[in-house]
């Protein structure tokens, strides 16, 4: 069993900052890719960002800027910062990974239950 448990999410006002924390476990042998997306009320899920296990980083273009995401690959978490949010940011955040549970395996992703961000105006 692999688990992706999200914390950190909250009620914040425009203009301030949470930082997200996903931390996987279970049985791991490696995790290639982890990363952040989100779902607003009434819309599809989008990428956030993402981070390889050598730490090279890939934003969607309006996060870039204000939020930086990072990893702790001893602890295999994964962590959002986000600075500057504002109202449009108010969405449910899933993190995922993709991880590989036995050496012969190819990478499976896995998925969060998701944590929610409220900003307000």
């Known amino acids: 069993q692999v688990q992706l448990v999200e914390s950190g999410g909250g009620l914040v006002q425009a203009g301030g900052s949470l930082r997200l924390s996903c931390a996987a476990s279970?049985?791991?042998?490696?995790?290639?890719?982890m990363g952040w997306y989100r779902q607003a009320p009434g819309k599809q899920r989008e990428l956030v960002a993402t981070?390889?296990?050598?730490?090279?980083?890939n934003y969607a273009d309006s996060m870039k800027g204000r939020f930086t995401i990072s990893r702790d690959n001893a602890k295999n978490t994964v962590y959002l910062q986000m600075d500057s949010l504002k109202p449009e940011d108010t969405a449910v955040y899933y993190c995922?990974?993709?991880?590989?549970?036995?050496?012969?395996?190819?990478?499976?992703?896995?998925w969060g239950k998701g944590t929610l961000v409220t900003v307000s105006s």
């Open positions: 995922v990974a993709d991880l590989r549970r036995r050496w012969f395996d190819s990478d499976s992703r896995y």
């Open positions: 279970g049985s791991i042998f490696s995790i290639n890719g």
């Open positions: 981070i390889n296990s050598g730490g090279s980083t």
